[in-house]
């Protein structure tokens, strides 16, 4: 599948909308945590996988750009980390977080379709509701618990606290992402047209999928109609 096209260009999946979805065993989606890490995946793509987010994770920080469907590191080349079936822009009470799983080439030399695993479902009414729910899929997923992301707005600066038993985990305040202890986490920044997270070293992958998890939630909550084709504008 091409990830090339052209110099500079987001590495998208050019049919992604059509991709199967990665469930072999039509495994109930559970909070409750087990030890292992994605763990639906076969045993050599989950440790090329980790290896790979490891490796990005511990390299320094990592950028994450939001473009339209799909979140993928900012400086190419580089491959879809993430999916997102159901646009932040929409208008429903629900969207999600998917894992980009990447094709493997068959015993035949031929290869498979990009697939996608679920990693959360981020559900909320403003209409009915102050909070935001993240809703872990996988046994690998932060917590086993529901997490609940409530916002507080403080003059012109949106804030947001994310918690799992009613204990603090994340906080956000003037576009920093921060554990409970304050420490930062991550860094919301204005790109040229897409918004960008950066990752700080160190993160693990369960914490960034949390992470990216609610820049997702909070980037929907937020959606005041500055959209272009699905994707937020950061320069709004």
């Not at 763990?39 to 473009?67: N, V, Y």
């Not at 993160?203 to 820049?215: E, G, I, P, R």
Request: aromatic share 8%; proline share 6%.
């Amino acid at each position: 599948m091409d990830n090339t096209r052209g110099k500079g260009a987001p590495p998208s999946y050019e049919s992604h909308g059509e991709d199967d979805v990665y469930d072999p065993n039509n495994e109930t989606p559970t909070t409750v945590p087990h030890s292992g890490h994605l763990d639906t995946i076969p045993q050599g793509l989950r440790e090329e996988l980790l290896l790979s987010a490891e490796q990005l994770l511990s390299s320094g920080p990592l950028s994450l750009t939001l473009d339209k469907d799909l979140i993928y590191p900012t400086e190419p080349p580089s491959r879809a980390l993430y999916h997102i079936p159901r646009s932040l822009a929409c208008n429903g009470d629900k969207v999600f977080l998917e894992r980009s799983v990447p094709a493997t080439v068959r015993q035949d030399g031929s290869q498979g379709k990009a697939r996608d695993q679920e990693l959360y479902h981020i559900v909320g009414s403003r209409l009915t509701s102050s909070e935001i729910e993240i809703r872990g899929m996988r046994r690998s997923c932060y917590g086993d618990s529901i997490g609940r992301m409530r916002p507080r707005h403080a003059f012109f600066h949106s804030r947001w606290d994310v918690a799992f038993r009613k204990q603090t985990v994340l906080r956000f305040k003037n576009r920093t992402w921060l554990d409970a202890n304050e420490g930062v986490m991550a860094r919301e920044r204005k790109g040229m047209s897409k918004p960008i997270m950066v990752i700080e070293q160190g993160v693990d992958v369960q914490m960034m999928d949390l992470l990216v998890a609610c820049w997702c939630a909070k980037t929907w909550w937020e959606w005041d109609g500055k959209y272009r084709d699905g994707t937020p504008d950061s320069k709004a």
